[in-house]
């Protein structure tokens, strides 16, 4: 009988991951674009499965939705589990090209985040970035966007 969460463990530990490290992140993608007066804004606690962001509890902020997931069954009764995660990230900005700024300086910390922690802490054995998208819209007078990075992790378990 299986007594482990892996999936659980894995979207809830990267949100508990992102929470920790992304701060810091932001602050050296900040410092290394060189432009002192575009400042992202912090974001709060992430929210697990959370996919309204036309109301959203608070700009900016970020999500960690499952997307998908794979059970991969190896010899000797290992298994490989795939956990496929979207890390959305909501910002509102006076106009659309801060908001454009804003939105790159959090694609560039996510993937430096991911790319330079494949096991996001202890929370799988490997990770990667495997896809990412902007987008960008009026919200009443202000502009609002989203970048959402996918992340897969895997994780070696036994049965």
């Known amino acids: 009988m299986i007594n482990q969460a892996p999936i659980n463990d894995m979207v809830l530990g990267l949100a508990a991951f992102l929470k920790a490290q992304l701060p810091s992140y932001i602050t050296a993608v900040q410092t290394a674009a060189g432009d002192g007066k575009v400042i992202p804004p912090p974001a709060g606690d992430p929210l697990v499965g959370y996919r309204d962001y036309s109301n959203a509890p608070a700009y900016p902020f970020v999500c960690v939705v499952l997307a998908s997931g794979l059970v991969d069954p190896q010899a000797g009764g290992a298994q490989w589990v795939d956990a496929t995660v979207d890390i959305g990230v909501a910002l509102v900005a006076?106009?659309?090209?801060?908001?454009?700024?804003?939105?790159?300086?959090?694609?560039?910390?996510?993937?430096?985040?991911?790319?330079?922690?494949?096991?996001?802490?202890?929370?799988?054995?490997?990770?990667?970035?495997?896809?990412?998208?902007?987008?960008?819209?009026?919200?009443?007078?202000?502009s609002a966007g989203t970048v959402v990075v996918t992340v897969t992790m895997r994780k070696e378990i036994q049965t």
């Open 94 to 142: 006076s106009e659309p090209t801060l908001l454009e700024k804003l939105l790159l300086r959090y694609l560039d910390a996510l993937i430096n985040l991911v790319g330079e922690n494949e096991g996001i802490g202890g929370v799988c054995d490997m990770s990667q970035v495997t896809g990412f998208d902007c987008g960008h819209g009026a919200l009443g007078e202000k």
